[in-house]
């Protein structure tokens, strides 16, 4: 599937940001949501030069000067920023204040076994890192939540899209059909390649996903991953006017993006990026 307009802007050389959220407050709250490039760091080849991952084998310090770059742009401090250590599964964690500063500079300090972060607090951000995986963005903006998900394929199939949504709906009292959704930069179809292995678990969802793939070859498949979990959203309630999709392949846009793919693992990590500021 094609899309045509693109919610990300780029606002400066090291990130992009949901144009339609800034400037935006919801329950007397700033919304803050982006998603960084590769370009305006210090790391060096072939992490070159926004790696903003601890655990890619990057030189630490040179992650965390990224990190501050970043920070310093959303003018939040880097002492207020919560990582996840990432498992392709489908935990969601609401976030505290009290969890300020998890993983910003050390990854062993990150949020265990997490790939869906929300907030209802200010003056935090929430992020999480990318090389093809699929970012996810949410917002209430009645309920004042907002959060991001990781979606690779495995997370992905694990619905956690709908598993975000169906968190906010049963414990904070959202209403699916006014929440708001982007979904970021991530392989594109044109260059995500996969088995038959994964395909058998594709083919399982509770809807249909023929729309989504073609095969190439005998048990070669290409994928779109992002109309995948734009219908997984849409199964769990979301609407479609309220769902809007990134046309942007980091495998394809080498000049802006890693891409684990492209790079053949080794290379950096891009990061979404969430959280309210007092309006």
Not at 42 to 59: E, I, K, R
Not at 112 to 126: A, R
Not at 191 to 204: E, L, N, T, W
Not at 226 to 249: Q, R, W
Request: some cysteine; aromatic content about 8%; hydrophobic content about 35%.
């Amino acid at each position: 599937m094609t899309y045509k307009y693109d919610p990300f802007q780029q606002k400066s050389p090291y990130a992009m940001t949901i144009h339609d959220w800034t400037n935006m407050t919801c329950s007397g709250k700033e919304v803050l949501a982006g998603f960084t490039t590769k370009n305006g760091g210090f790391s060096l080849p072939p992490y070159q030069s926004l790696n903003t991952g601890l655990h890619v084998g990057d030189d630490a310090s040179s992650v965390q000067m990224n990190r501050q770059v970043i920070a310093d742009a959303a003018a939040v401090p880097l002492s207020d920023w919560v990582f996840a250590d990432q498992t392709h599964e489908d935990r969601i964690l609401k976030v505290t204040k009290e969890q300020r500063g998890r993983g910003s500079l050390h990854y062993h300090e990150a949020l265990p076994g997490t790939d869906g972060l929300y907030t209802s607090e200010t003056n935090m951000m929430l992020a999480l890192c990318f090389a093809d995986c699929v970012p996810l963005y949410f917002l209430a903006p009645e309920n004042g939540l907002i959060g991001t998900a990781h979606a690779g394929w495995k997370g992905t199939v694990k619905q956690i899209g709908a598993k975000m949504v169906d968190v906010w709906v049963s414990q904070e009292d959202a209403k699916a059909d006014h929440i708001q959704v982007v979904i970021g930069p991530s392989i594109g179809s044109c260059c995500y390649i996969v088995d038959d292995a994964v395909m058998d678990q594709v083919k399982q969802l509770p809807f249909s996903t023929e729309d989504v793939y073609s095969e190439i070859s005998p048990g070669q498949y290409k994928i779109d991953l992002k109309t995948l979990n734009k219908n997984v959203l849409l199964h769990a309630g979301i609407k479609e006017e309220n769902i809007h999709v990134s046309s942007m392949c980091t495998s394809c846009n080498d000049q802006l993006f890693f891409s684990h793919r492209r790079d053949q693992g080794k290379t950096g990590r891009m990061m979404s990026f969430v959280g309210f500021k007092e309006a």
